[in-house]
Each structure stands twice: as structure tokens, then as C-alpha cells.
């Protein structure tokens, strides 16, 4: 069985930027990572996708992405950033590790992966909460001449069949591929909710400058205005989108809410027939492998206080409004990454306290019973 003071679950930014502060900090430990590669849940997703956030917002302490600050990186450029990040720092890094279980025992998380044992004194999951693709459950009353995909495992249009494709979600993936695909395929974009369109820029800087300058993203979920944003459907950035559906080139529909033979149904009533499917419905947390007493409540949500789970040695780097809105965005996860450094340095010193103590005491006794 290989030990270890600190295991991180999930080699991507999260778990990349705790294991440079913990690195920094002089606390041991080893990430694991299912992936053959740093970088892969990057460069395995739809060939056209491009970041939001310029590159300046894009990186993490204390390395800086190459190019333009204020330039877009695409999925490649992304995927091999956190693979430099990872060889410059030196992080301590074991891929092709799927972890299979993790459980509490005597004071130790003892976790199940494909390459062995492994026992660490404190867990960080860093997996971020988008595992498991999440496609509504009438997808199957679609007729098997209706090819359906979810965008985690669309590359690009060639993989959707000629005629008409429903796109249902419109995020920012699923209007990043809407677009793309509009001029290939004859277009319904469902979209839940209207779409709340946003610039890249504003007086000339890019939205995110001045999310810094007021400090938006910083805002926690207690706050008035986090709360607010946490309840609200995520921005889509940029107007190309927009001018599509304006010019014609594909057209919006209510959300989608049951599935017939060929055809997909709207809440308003009306339906329409189709030759491809793609669920740009997001992803759903799973956490089944984290057999750990105390961590869940009994719907299986993760327990904690911003990163920080009630139970002893175990945190959590990465999920949506861990601490504020920004703690899912690539150029503010490293924040949350140094709070929980900061938690895990204060309970190894404690330890190391505690531990000293007990030699003390130890050497006391023995002294008098001399």
C-alpha cells in the first residue's frame, strides 16, 4: 500500500493548483488523475470550443499562459498549458489512476484505484462536480433513427447526420455549437430560459477586467448579489449566436419537455421532427465512490463549509460557489486551492504539536520513572 500525507483526486486545474500550494508549503502528496495525460478532459471535448474568460483570467499562480493576455485560448492551447504547469512545478502526478473507492479507516482515507492502494492522512477531491452527462430521461422514447449525442461526446457537425438537429440546452456549450453547426445543419436551438447575451468587452476591456474591478466574482452565496447570480441562468458571451438567429440562419425553441418517435415537444405545445439529437444538458455530479461516513447528507449532496467538509481531513477544490462565483472559473479556482492549503498546513501543524507533546510527555515518564 503506497502513503502519502495529502492524495488529491483529479489532476485538472483544481487539483493541479492545490498541489502546488500544498508543494509550496512543504505538505506531501500525490495526485491521481484517470487520464492518460495532464490536459485530457480538455482536449477531449468538441473540437471548436473556445474558453470565455482571455487568457490573462485563464491561468493559474504562478504561471502565465503564453500569447496575448487578453486573447481567447481554444481547448488544445488550454490542455497544454496545465501539462506545462504540471512538468515546470514538478507536481507529484500519477495518471491513469481511476479511483474505484475512497473509505475512512482509523484515521486514514484508504483509497481503491486501479494502480493499488493508496493511504493518505487528508483527501482533497478536486474531480469537480461535472462526471456524470446528464440527459433527460424521455431521450429514450426517441426512435433509434434519431441519432442522439451529449456535447461530451460530440467533436464536430460531421458527427450529426444531414437534415435537421435539435440542439437542447443553451448554455455556452450548447450555443457555442449551435452556431457552429448552423452552417451545416438546419438548426433548433431549445433553450430553457432566454438567453441573457453579454459582450466580450466593454469600453474597450474585456468583461472579466471589470468583473475584477468590482469584484463580482468574489461575491460568496451569502451575499445579496451571490445569490442572486447563483440562482440565474450563466450568461452566454459574445453575440454571434444572437445575429444567427437574427439573419435566420437557425431558429429558438421553448424547452423541451417529452420526446415522440422522430419528434421532440415543447412546453408550448408544439413539436418538432428531427434527424439528430444533441444534449447540451450538462453533467451531474457522482460521487458513489466517496464512501466516507459524514460527507453526504442522504441525498448524496457533498457536505461542507466552503471546502472544507465536516469531516476531519477531507476538503474539496473546484465546485460551483464553493466560496464565491468564481470558484469554478480556471483563473480563480487558485483561490479556494490556498484557503484549503491554508486549512490542511493548520491541521499538520496541529498534529506535528500534538505529536511533539506526546514524545514530551513520553520522555517525562520515563525520566521519572527512572
Known sequence: MREIDTLIIGGGQAGLSTGYYLQQSGIPCLIVDANERVGDSWRNRYDSLKLFTPRKYSAMPPIEMNGNPWGYPDKEEMADYLELYSKALELPMLMNTHVQSVVHRQGQFIAETSQGLIAANRLVVASGPFQRP?????????????????????????????GRLVIVGGGNSGGQIAYECASTHKVVLSASKAINYLPYKVLGRSLFWWYERIG???????????????????????????????????????????????????????????????????????YNWLQVAGAKNSSGELLHEKGVSPVVGLYYVGLPWQTCRGSALIGWVAQDASRIRDAIVGQFKNEASVGAGSNKSRSADVSAGA
Open 134 to 162: 446528464y440527459i433527460p430521461d424521455f431521450a429514450h422514447k426517441l426512435s433509434s433513427r434519431v441519432k442522439q449525442l451529449h456535447t461530451s461526446e460530440y467533436l464536430n457537425p460531421g458527427d450529426m447526420p444531414a
Open 216 to 286: 463580482l466574482l468574489r461575491k460568496g452565496p451569502e451575499t445579496r448579489l451571490g445569490s442572486k447570480l447563483k440562482n440565474k441562468q450563466d450568461p452566454l458571451y459574445g453575440y454571434e449566436l444572437k445575429k444567427a438567429i437574427a439573419d435566420g440562419k437557425l431558429s429558438l425553441a421553448p424547452r423541451a419537455v417529452d420526446a415522440e418517435e422522430n419528434a421532440i415537444l415543447f412546453e408550448d405545445g408544439s413539436r418538432m421532427d428531427t434527424e439528430g439529437v444533441l444534449w447540451a444538458t450538462g453533467f451531474r455530479p457522482d
